[in-house]
């Protein structure tokens, strides 16, 4: 968007059709707080019909209120003052429509107050911006961790594509409706877990084609040990709700990564009796086993959950915790790579207070599928710092296949996290 003196604006819109709007006045209700962040009722048809409308940001409403506040007394066109780029779904931009972060909101709503008869000189839509940062971050509907039932075992697991993703859809289903017009389509900007769940069940599928032997838990095994958690910054991937670094209890294991899921070098496989060991940790009754398990008889060892042979380690800690503590986590790896391979353990990030040691250090592997079994053991004392799940505390333990070189880097990660109760 460029206004009349010159200045120019880059937004977020999703707009769906291609116009070009030009030497179109601008609308502000300046002196009006109900009127500046458009809210419901607050604008007059007479004063806004047909020109380019102006929204505040506020805490009062939000944009998918404004938008609807804008539409009904005629406005041409909108512009939406919020660092939120995600506050309208593309099904919502029924004017056009620009998302502009507040920053830039400063210039405008200083000129059009200084400005008789402001004007936006130019409003383009249906472009594509590639190489956005940062990115990718986690959605603001991402579902986050811990799991209630089971918090020592890390949640989510995997980051996957769901964001505005283009989809198929019924072309004889109305999506959106413009002016006075329904607009049908092939295809779709969705967002949700419905579509990210497509992408790890293709990789899945993918993964499965490859090694038509893995088990399910192996498959979850590659994608996770070979996600990535950095961002095209080179930062920790971010919140998109809150800008900020996020934690495994955002991201998991990070950002799945396909064409290195295929050659995870180890893997964490479970069977059907690890499940059972889950399960009765959790204090099924009989009767709800059965119905889980579709068996009448099974057997339980009573091993712990933290030793649940899951690709991440998860140490939860409450406020009756008396420190120092101490706590291990038996591991069992599978080698899936080449024959020959020795893996090393690598710690990184290991705060104030914490020490963690690997038994063995080095686990040597002289054919495929060959198993090998390690041990972390985390101590916790006085010093370690309360409260760190929400400062996004990270450990990150990788084995680096020395014969492989460096594709084969599998990793897990650690939380360490103080709950309320």
């Known amino acids: 968007m460029t206004l009349e003196n010159g200045d120019s604006f880059e937004g977020t819109s999703y707009f769906p059709e291609s116009v070009f709007i030009t030497d179109s006045l601008l609308y502000y209700g300046k002196g009006n707080t109900s009127k500046a962040i458009c809210i419901h009722r607050a604008l007059d048809r007479k004063e806004v019909a047909g020109k380019v409308v102006l929204c505040d940001y506020s805490t009062k409403i939000n944009v998918s209120q404004q938008i609807k506040e804008v539409e009904r ?3 041409y066109a909108a512009i939406f003052l919020t660092d939120m780029s995600f506050s309208l779904y593309a099904t919502q931009y029924s004017i056009p429509s620009l998302l502009l972060p507040t920053a830039s909101g400063k210039l405008i709503k ?9 004007k936006v000189k130019s409003m383009k839509f249906v472009f594509t911006k590639l190489g956005t940062k940062h990115a990718p971050q986690v959605a603001n509907f991402s579902s986050k961790g ?21 989809a198929a859809v019924s072309p004889i289903i109305s999506f959106i409706k413009v002016g006075s017009y329904d607009l049908v389509t092939d295809y779709q900007l969705l967002s949700g877990t419905s579509m ?4 790890v069940a293709g990789v899945g599928a993918l993964l499965k084609a490859v090694h038509p032997e893995w088990s399910p838990a192996a498959v979850r095994s590659a994608m996770m040990t070979t996600a990535y958690a950095i961002d095209n910054t080179g930062t920790i991937l971010k919140s998109q709700l809150t800008g900020l670094s996020g934690t495994p209890l955002d991201f998991g294991a990070g950002h799945i990564n396909p064409n290195k899921a295929m050659d995870p070098g180890l893997i964490y496989d479970m069977g059907f009796q690890d499940y059972i ?3 009765c ?3 099924y009754t009989k009767k709800q086993m059965s119905v889980l398990i579709r068996r009448t008889q099974w057997s339980c060892s009573h091993k712990f959950i933290h030793d649940l042979n899951y690709p991440s380690f998860t140490a939860v800690l409450t406020n009756e915790t008396r420190y120092p503590v101490a706590m291990n986590f038996s591991r069992v790896v599978t080698n899936v790579g080449n024959e020959k391979a020795v893996y ?7 705060p104030t207070g914490m020490r963690i040691s690997v038994k ?13 079994s390690f041990v972390v053991s985390i101590e916790l004392d006085r010093e370690f710092p309360r409260g760190v799940l929400g400062d996004g505390l990270l450990v990150v333990r990788k084995i680096e296949n020395v014969a492989a070189g460096p594709n084969n880097r599998p990793k897990l990660a650690c939380v360490i996290a103080e709950s309320g109760d």
């Open 146 to 166: 811990p799991n209630p039932i089971s918090p020592r075992v890390l949640k989510p697991d995997i980051l996957a594509p769901g964001v505005e993703v283009l």
């Open 344 to 350: 090393r353990a690598h710690l990184e990030n290991i």
């Open 196 to 199: 990210a769940t497509p992408h």
């Open 277 to 279: 060991e889950f399960l």
């Open 281 to 283: 940790n959790l204090g």
């Open 360 to 372: 063995p250090k080095i686990l040597t592997f002289t054919r495929k599928y060959q198993n090998r």
């Open 73 to 75: 007394v005629g406005a």
């Open 110 to 118: 200083e000129y059009v107050t200084r400005e008789r008869n402001p």
